[in-house]
């Protein structure tokens, strides 16, 4: 099962204890929200991002679709962006989950990440990270909006692991790990927009290891 620990902190995304409400919202009294009608809001507003693409992606579709009311979506996030942004958190989280310590060395697994990431731009998912990223740049001026509610959980997580391996030595690179992630991930990235080369998990291993230059 995929490791969701990345997105059920997230604002906006359902927890198990019911927890959620957006960064720009306030504190809310009355009953929690229920998992399984937050998680019909966000899985239909992903299906419609991905079947129909996001003008069509508007707060009734998502009622419409999830057979929830507009009221109740307005109350647990305050703006579209912010819904699609959680949308695509949650897909995320259950396609690239954020890879455990027990699962290798810290070069093995940024190698095994680059690699799924690679592979998901490929496809739907792809498309609809480049349309949210959209979306909130011309409706707010920037991406902090994604950032902040999807991207910095990820990228912190991913540059603590790189952290760990200077720390221990499997990982030779030198300098900060931020510049290092921003290295491996934006070079994936830049290339998908601009379609200047294919990407495929191999290149993305390879990448890590030109990156990092794990030992060994």
Not at 71 to 85: C, D, G, P, V
Not at 116 to 130: H, P
Request: hydrophobic share 40%; glycine share 8%; net charge positive.
């Amino acid at each position: 099962m995929p490791d969701k620990s990345d997105w059920a902190r997230r604002p906006g995304v359902v927890t198990a204890n019911g927890g959620g409400g957006g960064a720009d919202s306030a504190p809310r009294r009355g009953r929690p929200r229920s998992i399984e009608t937050s998680n019909a809001i966000l899985e239909s507003a992903y299906a419609l991002m991905a079947s129909t693409g996001l003008a069509a992606t508007t707060i009734d579709a998502v009622a419409r679709h999830s057979s929830v009311s507009k009221m109740t979506i307005y109350k647990w996030w305050q703006s579209r962006e912010a819904l699609l942004i959680d949308a695509f958190l949650q897909h995320a989280a259950q396609m690239l989950p954020l890879p455990p310590v027990s699962s290798g060395t810290p070069a093995t697994r940024a190698r095994r990440h680059a690699a799924a990431y690679a592979e998901a731009l490929q496809g739907e998912f792809g498309k609809v990270q480049l349309a949210v990223i959209s979306e909130c740049i011309s409706k707010t001026g920037s991406a902090e909006l994604f950032y902040a509610r999807y991207l910095k959980l990820r990228r912190d997580a991913l540059v603590e692991m790189i952290a760990a391996g200077q720390k221990d030595g499997s990982i030779l690179a030198e300098g900060p790990a931020e510049d290092l992630y921003d290295a491996i991930y934006g070079s994936l990235f830049y290339r998908y927009v601009f379609g200047i080369a294919p990407i495929t998990p191999g290149y993305a291993r390879n990448l890590v290891d030109m990156v990092l230059r794990p030992r060994g």
